[in-house]
């Protein structure tokens, strides 16, 4: 067996606990979810968890490991992450349209939700660090391929992380879709978006760096 039980058990436990840990992302699911309704919530869900798949993919090649080498490329990624943020938090302030009414969501919505979790996620340096500092903690290079370790511990965090994130972005949505029956309600909700845009930038640039 490539990842032995005692492993498992070790992990998974382990995994569903961070899962549950307020964080970036389980924010801006729920920012998203609020934004736009319950699908966008999801999709932002699935991209969230597109980036950390491909975070985890990069680990097990050794790539991210040159990036965390290098302080200066580094801080090119969590600035440009930070600017992303507030830039998604400016489309908020701004967007005086209907945005918290999911029964006019058009299909793109969802597609552009799920590409910006992507993007938040993989210019999210503090990923790439976690991911190279809790995984490898459960590999086994004896027991086989690292990157195929790797892979399948990724997976399992990805899907209790995926789980919790759509809940989280799904009730958002649903929350949403009752509150904009309002107009200064749902513009209330706009800016609550928009704040927790830029709560998630500021916990970015002013977090320890690891």
Request: glycine content about 10%; charged content about 10%.
């Amino acid at each position: 067996m490539l990842i032995p039980l005692e492993t498992l058990l070790i992990f998974i436990p382990t995994a569903l606990a961070l899962n549950m840990t307020p964080g970036n992302d389980m924010l801006f699911c729920l920012g998203q979810g609020i934004k736009s309704g319950p699908r966008a919530g999801l999709a932002a869900s699935f991209g969230i968890a597109t980036g950390a798949m491909i975070h985890t993919l990069l680990a097990g090649l050794g790539l991210a490991a040159v990036v965390v080498a290098h302080p200066v490329a580094l801080e090119i990624l969590r600035w440009a992450g930070i600017g992303y943020l507030v830039w998604l938090a400016f489309q908020s302030f701004r967007d005086q349209g209907g945005v918290l009414k999911p029964a006019k969501t058009a299909p793109a919505t969802a597609i552009k939700a799920w590409r910006d979790g992507i993007v938040v996620n993989l210019l999210n340096p503090k990923i790439i660090v976690f991911v190279l500092a809790f995984i490898p903690q459960f590999v086994d290079p004896a027991r086989g391929s690292v990157l195929a370790q790797f892979l399948i511990l990724g997976v399992i965090l990805n899907i209790g992380g995926t789980i919790i994130n759509c809940l989280v972005g799904g009730f958002a949505g649903k929350l949403g879709q009752f509150l904009s029956r309002s107009a200064r309600l749902a513009r209330a909700f706009q800016i609550f978006t928009g704040c927790v845009f830029l709560a998630l930038a500021a916990r970015l640039a002013f977090d320890k760096r690891a």
